[in-house]
């Protein structure tokens, strides 16, 4: 048989079932406890000539001596209760203890803590948490959201799998030692134990982790950041989400005067004895919405709060980054009361005398005399904030819900210094809490608010860790959309200027200025010419433009080189018209047959008036077609002429055959009025994309009822057909125009149409996933239903409110205006005022992220100092105690010092490039040379290297 690993006596029966145990081997009983004197908690087994049986260390005759070191024997040792247990990450184990009683001043809770053991009371303890189950399920619960019933029942069964007995319930050791482990973890990580005055000297807010590209005064913006040019006062925006959550609820288990909160108020949570004392002078306050059906108003006074004591919390995040505020959460009692609001984000925005940009989802009904409800706040809380450095908006999602009249003052689009700000972030941060909610329901008041403030804290830990990269890829995103933007400003005013003239941009742009100054006065992203007819000028004009078809398809033309040409361009026209109509119009009735049958014979009819015209225009094109080409021409199809070929001089291979071919110079007037053509069919694109967005509209707000709305929606499908017939008009003569030309200045007003271009002014361009969705339903025919029913348009999606990567169609660029269509004219103001807008926010984003990164570097190196400046600040310590805090305090001071060093190589070169892409901001020096401290190189095209060298190699984990 084998021999004890340890002594080598003969038929050892025990082996070690833990897997750090790996290579230990059979040992007898002596040897087994012997080794595993620093591992208490493996699990043994036992063989019994046939099988192994689970044995436990306390019955192999395993003691545990606390307060000396590991195989130490003690003089005056003091044994603990008999079934003193212990919970480890691989289950409950109950062990013979033995606390030190030669050292009279080291208490039992000091013991269990120097070995690494949470006491489960503090005095005379009975069961204690190792610090490993502890990290364990904090790390867990904060991921996760694992419940610590679960994780308990977890190590429960892992026990009664090991032992076949269910372990004695020790749920409250574990609930109790959790929620010490989260309060003095917090206090520890904020600095607290470096602090002459403890734990009970933390302010209010103190143990939040804080955002650090958001201002600080005094840490990480410029002392004189007051004094800077008023184009540049938005970097020091703060920008704060507020928002409600019903899904974080608590029952009616206990109260705070029975589970009272671990430092109350420290970190996020607002202190609760004032909060509720405020609340409590708004019992009976009611509240009634003046704007949408959005649900948080009226759920302020429906809420069923039955066996409830909180019906949600509302908070407050970083507007931008995401982070929680310190003091900015707060429980609500009765739903979304305005008093719980005014007080919460009071709390959060204490101190701060900075521009702060509200983003709430009921903004504008909560900001009605918010200043007239806040005056009696400020008695009570440090509340700096005035009236000209408050805006309230409303989050981009949330928006087109709203009223018609809040759609422009309260968007951030249209509000200068937000960048691309969308404001819906504190959404993201309720989804991640929401996990929580099951768990948090159930529990005490005091229990509640340390899980949540823990929660909240890691959020914010996790969102630090990844804050320059989300930065760094946000500033390489700016950076493109900000050129893209602003060219397409750019070509965009140019062609109005062309059309409408200096002056009226002029006008337009002091209509922008003046308004985003004052909100009372015109508004010039709001269309102010209204068609109340809109839908039957269209009728009459589709009804024109069937009249003027009819008129060319019968005209008579004389023997002229123009008419030879024209009348070649019609024929095409008419043949691309008749298998449009041959396509949709499939299976035929009797009536559409006859109809075709005409459309065919009046083109079989010019065909052969232009056949004649060609031998004289033309008397040499058979030389330069193939022997198919030949026979095509000499004996074409009758019976399907929308498919016979006419060999128009564009049609030919090259310029050498033009010029022999022809009689005369006939291909230079073909590129004219090829020219012409490819204008007047994108014209009449414009005009149908127009007068689709005036029906539509027309038929949102107007039309009710199937009869009315079958009729409407025929209208929209004629619309769309005469929109696609001149997009295959337009493609057909600029292909021709292409062919004679070649590359020239006409390609800069007559580019290459695509499906996507094909939009109006209110409509953007489908992103990659969209286009692949569209082709899901061509493949399962289902677009063309949508798309009958007006669910859907080809290539397009309109446009829920402005967004901010949306780029106006090429088509636009040299829209003409005609004088007596003032709602065109509105339209291309309203469409030149948010192109500007879009420039401009992409812009103030460039520089607003470059500022951000700027701030995180500025924050960490404060950070590091404030670390360095806590040691040494407790005296008369041990000397044990003293080197542990200074090496704390130094491992945080490196960390921060690294992460600054971090941040800087990622992303200064990228910070660099953005310095040339706003060299038409006034003082932009100040920001770049002053404050970024950048070097001076910029290369302009250099976008896409950038973003590739970022994936390609420093941004790779």
Known sequence: GENCAGCKSPDPVFRCADEECAGLGMRCKECMVKSHQCLPFHWMEEWDGSMFWTRTLQSLGLRIQLGHKAGSACLLPQPAHTDFAVLHTNGIHEINLDFCGCQPNLLQRTQLLHSHWWPGTVFSPQSACTFMSLRQFHTFNCIAKIPAYDYYKGLETMTENRTREKPKDRYRTLLQCMVEWRHLKMCKRAGRGHDPSGVMGTQPGELAVECPA????????????????????????????VDANFRLRNKLVSTHAKNPTLG??????????????????????????????????????????????????????????????????????????????????????????????????????????????????????DFRITEDNLIFLIPKFHLPAHQPGCQVPYSFHFTPGCGETHGEVIEGNWAITNKAASQTKEMGPGNRAVTLDDIFGHHNYRLLQNLD??????????????????????????????????????????????????????????????????????????????????????????????????????????????????????PFTPAQTLTIQKQQTVILRHIQQFCGLQATFMPRLQDFLTPSQRHNLDD????????????????????????????????????????????????????????????????????????????????????????????????????????LWGHGDWEKQLQILKDGDVRGLNERALNAEEIAQEEYLRERGLLNELQTAGIASPGVAVVMGDTGKRTLSWIWYDALVDSDDPEFQDALRVEWCKARARSLRWKEEVLLLCEELRRMKEFSR???????????????????????????????????????????????YVVEHAKGVRPDIPNLEILFENVLDIGHSYAEDEDMGLEQEVEGGVMVE
């Open 214 to 241: 958001c201002p600080h005064p005094d840490r990480n913006i410029p002392t004189d950041w007051k004094r800077w040019p008023s184009e540049l006062q938005y970097l020091f925006y703060k920008f704060v989400a």
């Open 264 to 381: 109350d108020g420290f970190a996020y949570f607002v202190p609760y004895s004032d909060y509720i004392d405020w609340v409590k002078k708004f019992v009976d306050q009611t509240e009634i919405s003046s704007c949408s059906g959005f649900a948080a108003i009226f759920l302020a006074n429906l809420k069923n709060i039955k066996g409830l004591q909180t019906t949600g919390v509302g908070g407050c995040c970083c507007g931008r980054h995401g982070f929680w505020l310190p003091n900015g959460i707060g429980d609500l009692q009765k739903g979304e009361r305005y008093c719980n609001m005014d007080y919460i984000f009071a709390q959060a925005v204490k101190g701060l005398d900075c521009m702060i940009i509200l983003s709430y989802d009921i903004a504008c009904q909560w900001g009605r005399n918010f200043w007239v409800r806040l005056e009696e706040l400020k008695d009570k809380i």
């Open 469 to 586: 990269r989300l930065l760094g890829q946000r500033l390489l995103t700016a950076l493109r959309q900000a050129k893209e933007q602003g060219q397409g400003f750019e070509r965009f005013s140019e062609g109005l200027e062309m059309n409408v003239g200096k002056e009226v941009l002029d006008k337009w742009k002091t209509l922008v200025v003046e308004w985003e100054k004052d909100h009372s006065k015109l508004c010039p992203y709001e269309t102010l010419n209204e068609d109340k007819n809109a839908l039957k000028k269209v009728e009459i004009r589709l009804a024109n433009e069937e009249h003027e078809a009819m008129v060319r398809g019968t005209m008579v033309h004389s023997s002229s080189v123009t008419v030879f040409l024209v009348l070649g361009l019609n024929i095409e026209e008419q043949q691309r018209q008749l298998e449009v109509d041959l396509k949709i119009s499939s």
């Open 636 to 739: 074409p199809d009758t019976d399907k002429p929308e498919r016979i070929k006419l060999f128009m001089p564009s049609e030919l291979a090259n310029q050498a055959a033009r010029s022999t071919a022809c009689a005369g110079k006939i291909w230079e007037q073909e590129g004219e009025l090829r020219q012409g053509e490819a204008i007047d069919a994108l014209n009449a694109v414009r005009q149908g994309l127009r007068a689709r967005t005036l029906t539509n509209n027309f038929k949102l707000k107007n039309i009710t009822g199937q009869k009315h709305n079958t009729r409407a929606q025929g209208v929209l499908r004629h619309i769309d057909l005469n929109i696609n017939s001149n997009k295959i008009r337009y493609r057909f003569a600029r292909n021709a125009l292409f062919r």
């Open 862 to 908: 404060w950070k590091a100092k404030w670390w360095k400046n806590q040691i040494g600040r407790r005296e008369n310590l041990g000397k044990e105690l003293q080197e542990g805090l200074t090496a704390y305090a130094l491992q945080h001071a490196a960390f921060e010092e690294h992460q600054a060093e971090l941040v800087s190589s990622r992303w200064d």
